[in-house]
């Protein structure tokens, strides 16, 4: 796994190679909740934020299928509603916080 950061790249590093199972992605997520508009600082919040997606590396979920095991589960959230796509299998799901095929009623509006 490659890893860089503009700031504290020293402790991003440390984390991802605490354990053999830090630097795997233990979870990704499609925020799809238009009716949190902003940041709370409540991560299980934050992460659900219509337009943004969410990934956390280290342990994953055994209840939800996951099977990587670490000490670490760092969550990390990108804010896609100014600017920024997702592609899976290299068709647009989501773009500029808005998602393709499956965008709620009012979502477009909200979202951005």
Same mark, same amino acid.
């Given at each position: 796994?490659?890893?860089?950061?503009?700031?504290?790249?020293?402790?991003?590093?440390? =984390?991802?190679?605490?354990?053999?199972?830090?630097?795997?992605?233990?979870?990704?997520?499609?925020?799809?909740?238009?009716?949190?508009?902003?940041?709370?600082?409540?991560?299980?919040?934050?992460?659900?934020?219509?337009?943004?997606?969410?990934?956390? /590396?280290? %342990?994953?979920?055994?209840?939800?299928?996951? %099977?990587?095991?670490?000490?670490?589960?760092?969550? =990390?959230?990108?804010?896609?509603?100014?600017?920024?796509?997702?592609?899976?299998?290299?068709?647009? /799901?989501?773009?500029?916080? /808005?998602?393709?095929?499956?965008?709620?009623?009012? =979502? %477009?509006?909200?979202? %951005?």
């Amino acid at each position: 796994v490659e890893a860089s950061a503009e700031k504290n790249e020293g402790y991003l590093k440390e =984390m991802l190679a605490a354990d053999r199972g830090a630097a795997v992605l233990g979870e990704f997520g499609i925020g799809a909740n238009a009716g949190v508009t902003s940041f709370t600082r409540d991560i299980l919040l934050d992460e659900k934020m219509g337009g943004t997606i969410h990934l956390a /590396v280290g %342990r994953s979920y055994p209840e939800s299928g996951g %099977r990587n095991d670490s000490a670490v589960h760092w969550d =990390m959230i990108k804010d896609l509603r100014s600017q920024g796509e997702l592609h899976l299998d290299g068709k647009p /799901v989501l773009r500029t916080g /808005v998602l393709f095929g499956t965008t709620p009623k009012g =979502m %477009r509006k909200r979202a %951005r």
